[in-house]
């Protein structure tokens, strides 16, 4: 079935955009030096037959993968990393290199230039000003390395010709630095674009969350105007009612009393609306039943539009006690109203729990949703109904839920129609008693 879904982004408010992808990928780059290292090490010592003092090596790597796995458990915690973490972590690396080529010859190692990797990844990671330091203490250890460092222990192979082998070294720390930079300039666009991408749905978000609030405005007000209006209508009509001509014909009598109750909804629908705009949830909440809110819900629509809705419950036994929000009746009541226009003689209310999940589903028999509709579905007026202002209902539905930490899908079913799937944790519909000192 095709579907279209909102989902809830990820909060990281607080750290700079991709923080967490971009540590991710110094703790990559950190992993391939721990293994680079130890390779270089027992080639160095094995197959070359250099003399060094492994201790001080070995120690390095190892202590590099204890913060490595350290950051990865620490890190399934946090939503992202501020820049002086990141440039710690760059540090470290610097620290270490500078470590690993005191006791390997300093300048003399051709491994040197892995310095300029790291001037490199900070100053793509980092803002201008932190990047600045990345350089500077990169410069500053290679100016120590120069002057100061323990001479490689070569044999006598070597001893000869070293120039040979810084040669040979210099091609490999190029063809190393070459690869790992395409690698991570690579992978640190993409971290780039996914950021940028995040950041539009963050701006998508906060402007639908605006007109939400401007609509919200719109509608009390306009609730509060129609209140005075409807009430003349009310007292008009009950004067209509006792009036002796009326009386005496009944088609106008039973018109007027079809016109009370069309007033009465309208009157209950400006309540709602009033209620939804001014009630807090957890104020004077109503505490029900997941069953029973369902229930409640195609019971209200099927008396009050004359439609057939009916109820399939695949709750089970675990019936889990909820609280009743407002806002949430009348946006699935929106999605009801919308399937009983495009099928009026029947409409398929779906109640279930998957997964700590309250699960709602409106089917209806109508012609389903058109491909233009699926793939714009949730933004304001995407509509087909061809009116101004419509295409409403949805978006109303798709941020509602997005609030509750819920989510949307729509489709068309196999068999003919449309279906719109409303799903919702239960932690955000639990109700929690309050405790009475």
């Not at 095709?2 to 950190?30: D, E, F, I, K, W």
């Not at 230039?113 to 600045?132: C, R, T, Y």
């Not at 001479?151 to 001893?159: E, G, I, R």
């Not at 400006?270 to 001014?278: D, K, N, Y």
Request: charge should be neutral; proline fraction near 5%.
């Amino acid at each position: 079935m095709a579907q279209a879904a909102m989902t809830v982004l990820p909060s990281s408010a607080g750290y700079p955009p991709g923080s967490a992808r971009n540590m991710a990928l110094l703790l990559q780059l950190r992993w391939m030096a721990v293994i680079g290292q130890l390779v270089t090490i027992w080639a160095t010592v094995e197959l070359l037959g250099v003399r060094l003092p492994l201790a001080h090596l070995i120690a390095v790597p190892v202590l590099l993968a204890l913060i490595n796995w350290a950051t990865i458990i620490i890190g399934r915690q946090r939503g992202g990393y501020s820049h002086l973490e990141l440039l710690a972590a760059l540090m470290l690396d610097v620290g270490s290199l500078t470590w690993q080529l005191y006791f390997s010859g300093g300048t003399t190692n051709p491994f040197a230039f892995l310095f300029l990797l790291q001037i490199v990844i900070g100053a793509i990671l980092l803002p201008p000003g932190w990047s600045w330091i990345v350089a500077a203490m990169s410069a500053a250890a290679v100016a120590g390395l120069t002057f100061d460092y323990r001479p490689l222990d070569l044999p006598a192979a070597f001893a000869q010709t070293p120039m040979q082998l810084y040669l040979a070294g210099s091609l490999i720390c190029f063809l190393l630095i070459a690869v790992l930079l395409v690698f991570f300039v690579i992978r640190i666009d993409r971290n780039r674009r996914q950021s940028d991408l995040a950041l539009a749905a963050l701006r998508q978000q906060a402007a639908e969350e605006h007109h939400i609030v401007r609509m919200g405005l719109l509608a009390s007000g306009a609730a509060h105007e129609l209140g005075t209006p409807l009430s003349t209508i009310s007292v008009l009509l009950g004067d209509w009612r006792q009036h002796p001509a009326l009386a005496a014909i009944p088609d106008f009598a039973a018109e007027v009393e079809e016109m009370d109750a069309q007033l009465q909804r309208c009157k209950t629908i400006v309540t709602g609306i009033l209620q939804s705009a001014g009630e807090a949830r957890g104020e004077s909440p109503e505490v029900t039943s997941l069953r029973a809110f369902a229930q409640a819900i195609a019971g209200e629509w099927s008396g009050r539009t004359g439609g057939i809705v009916m109820l399939d419950d695949r709750i089970g036994e675990s019936d889990p006690t909820i609280v009743s929000d407002a806002a949430l009746r009348q946006v699935i009541g929106n999605v009801i109203d919308n399937a009983l226009e495009v099928s009026p003689h029947f409409v398929l209310l779906v109640a279930s729990l998957e997964r700590e999940q309250a699960v709602i589903e409106v089917r209806d028999r109508g012609p389903g949703f058109a491909p233009e509709m699926l793939e714009a579905f949730g933004r304001p007026y995407s509509s087909t109904k061809g009116r101004p202002g419509g295409g409403l209902g949805l978006f109303l539905v798709v941020n509602v839920l997005r609030k509750l930490g819920g989510k949307v899908e729509v489709g068309n079913l196999p068999e003919g129609g449309a279906q719109v799937r409303m799903s919702l944790p239960l932690a955000s519909l639990a109700y929690q008693p309050r405790m009475v000192l």
